[in-house]
């Protein structure tokens, strides 16, 4: 059985900076696609950022150029890099995973619905 659990959310003025980390237990096979969603009250999950296992990453246009997602396979982490922080950009942000994935990441990125593991979030919230 797979688990996600975040880490790393908190509270930052506008133009700061903040890295979220997902710990994952459990085997997430060998093909997968894994990353963020988040979500503001009211509004559908969104894709933010998106890895496969051979490394393909796949941005939200919102996000390009800000944020930066990573994976350590070694100490089965996963991580998200966000600089240059915006308001719009509050939200609960979730790392999800897929496996196996028979799409690349680009596919699910807008279909959370089919992401097989969910952790519990952690919020991020940006003041301008």
């Known amino acids: 059985q797979v688990q996600l659990k975040e880490s790393g959310g908190g509270s930052v003025q506008s133009g700061g900076s903040l890295r979220l980390s997902c710990a994952v237990s459990?085997?997430?096979?060998?093909?997968?696609?894994m990353g963020w969603f988040r979500q503001e009250p009211g509004k559908d999950r969104e894709g933010v950022a998106l890895?496969?296992?051979?490394?393909?990453?796949t941005y939200a246009n919102s996000v390009k150029g800000r944020f930066t997602i990573s994976r350590d396979v070694a100490q089965n982490t996963l991580a998200l890099q966000m600089t240059s922080l915006k308001p719009e950009d509050t939200a609960m942000y979730y790392c999800?995973?897929?496996?196996?994935?028979?799409?690349?990441?680009?596919?699910?990125?807008?279909?959370?619905?089919?992401?097989?593991?969910w952790g519990q979030g952690t919020q991020v919230t940006v003041s301008s």
């Open positions: 459990g085997s997430i096979g060998s093909t997968y696609c």
């Open positions: 890895i496969e296992d051979v490394g393909r990453i």
């Open positions: 999800a995973a897929r496996s196996p994935a028979y799409n690349d990441c680009r596919y699910y990125m807008t279909r959370p619905y089919l992401l097989d593991y």
